[in-house]
């Protein structure tokens, strides 16, 4: 017992000391700034487009080079005046610099000594600068800045996508937000007819004393009373369904009671229509208010460029090595530096070199890549342009559906509400029995809850369209 009621103290004050949180549309829009870890996903998958950028980039940049070697032979000369040059050093350090043109410059200082029986530390000392240039696959430097241009544009088509995908991300949370809206209107009004309903059990209970009423007229009263607290609780299920979602995407409340702040619901109601006006007055897709046709352009440019990059795949190499090396000699480092500095020849050396593959595996990867990156580019493009023509038509339509539903169920409202007022005239006057007046009482409650589902699936389906649609210029799209 004493364990039970430790429990109760604990969570009792667990309750009490939980934060209450106003939620409107405004704290939305803060926490989302505040980096939830959806947010955080999103920019994360945004950065590693960027990466691949930078990767490619940091392959041209200038690096130290340093190169050292020591060799001892211990080997008889095959005939007796061949000389064995041992020990030998090497040493060579400077910086190497590719570019994105299909060439890689070099510069280097070395220094080089042999020794032998007939001669001890012969050192050879100077600079040594390079320049590689491709001259096929890559010249100047075709491949890899088409390469460069395709990640650049890849770059900077997630950092759009990403603004979408947060855009998104805050439409999915207003949603919820609109449940809840909806939700509460529908708990007020059930929770007013509910005290109707238990005014009219009450009232049933006193006439059945009076021997007025029978227990069947009770008992159907009775029974709408629990009808619609089912209801009520039901939607009060629905309400913590919602909330549990919420704090799902926004971690931050996970501790926090939600309340909704008071909102103006007729005021939403007049932006919802003017928003939807303005759509209804564009007949083709307003291109100018979404990102995804810079989205669509970047796309195609980027496979443009990677055509270029996945047609080399299987070429041949061929690349032109040139160094110029100045050169000086002598007995020791020192002097062999000295000499160099006096010295002002230099040697010239050039290298071609041809790789040509034998295999044909690498023109079938070629062939492969080309058919892959062709078809992912088909199926986004088909994806991109296919959303936003489906978006403007068919959301346009649907609207238009849906209102047209809340203005019959308006009516219907309207005309149920004098039906009601009818029916219970005639209850009283003891023409119509019990069940008249509760089958027009359910039925007037049933029209009313559907009108705020409708209104909601007009919102419902406005975010939608604000998905792809993100820069329409109208008061609901403020967030």
Not at 1 to 14: D, E, P, S
Not at 307 to 328: H, Q
Not at 440 to 449: G, H, M
Request: net charge neutral; glycine share 4%; aromatic share 8%.
């Amino acid at each position: 017992m004493k364990i039970l009621v430790c429990l109760c103290l604990i969570f009792g004050n667990a309750n009490l000391y939980a934060k209450s949180i106003n939620l409107d549309e405004a704290l939305l829009k803060k926490l989302v700034s505040n980096n939830p870890p959806g947010v955080q996903q999103i920019r994360a998958m945004s950065e590693v487009n960027s990466l691949n950028h930078k990767m490619i980039y940091d392959k041209m940049g200038l690096s130290f080079n340093a190169q050292g070697a020591y060799i001892n032979k211990d080997e008889q000369p095959l005939h007796p005046y061949d000389t064995i040059v041992t020990p030998v050093k090497n040493l060579k350090a400077g910086f190497i610099k590719p570019t994105e043109f299909g060439m890689q410059l070099s510069a280097h200082a070395y220094t080089e000594q042999l020794s032998s029986p007939f001669m001890k530390e012969q050192t050879t000392s100077g600079l040594l600068f390079g320049l590689s240039i491709d001259l096929y696959k890559d010249f100047l430097g075709s491949s890899t800045r088409a390469s460069l241009r395709s990640t650049k544009q890849l770059e900077e088509m997630a950092k759009i996508e990403s603004t979408i995908g947060i855009k998104t991300y805050t439409l999915n949370l207003r949603k919820l937000y609109w449940a809840l809206i909806s939700n509460n209107e529908k708990i007020i009004l059930s929770k007013m007819l509910l005290k109707n309903s238990e005014t009219q059990a009450t009232n049933a209970q006193k006439r059945l004393k009076d021997s007025v009423a029978d227990k069947g007229e009770v008992a159907k009263f009775e029974s709408q009373v629990a009808y619609r607290k089912a209801n009520i609780i039901y939607l009060e299920y629905l309400k913590e369904q919602y909330i549990k979602s919420l704090k799902e995407l926004l971690p931050e409340l996970s501790e926090d009671e939600i309340v909704l702040s008071s909102y103006n619901l007729d005021k939403s109601v007049n932006e919802v229509v003017s928003c939807t006006q303005l759509i209804a007055s564009k007949n083709n897709p307003p291109d100018e208010y979404t990102l995804l046709d810079e989205v669509i352009n970047l796309l195609n440019e980027s496979y443009e460029n990677q055509k270029i990059v996945t047609s080399k795949y299987s070429a041949i190499d061929v690349g032109l090595v040139s160094n110029v090396k100045t050169v000086g000699k002598s007995n020791s480092f020192s002097e062999s530096y000295e000499n160099h500095s006096n010295n002002k020849r230099a040697n010239l050396e050039m290298a071609l070199n041809v790789t040509i593959p034998l295999s044909s595996r690498k023109s079938e990867t070629r062939s492969t890549k080309e058919a892959l990156e062709k078809l992912q580019h088909s199926s986004r493009y088909d994806d991109l342009t296919g959303k936003i023509k489906t978006y403007h038509k068919q959301i346009n339509q649907q609207i238009g559906l849906l209102q047209m539903v809340f203005q019959n169920q308006k009516i219907n409202s309207e005309k149920l509400e004098i039906s009601l007022k009818t029916t219970k005239t005639k209850y009283h006057q003891a023409r119509i029995d019990v069940y008249n007046l509760i089958n027009d009482q359910d039925a007037y409650l049933q029209s009313q809850l559907a009108e705020i589902d409708t209104k909601l699936a007009v919102v419902t389906t406005l975010l939608d369209y604000l998905t792809v649609f993100t820069e329409l210029p109208c008061e609901f799209n403020r967030i």
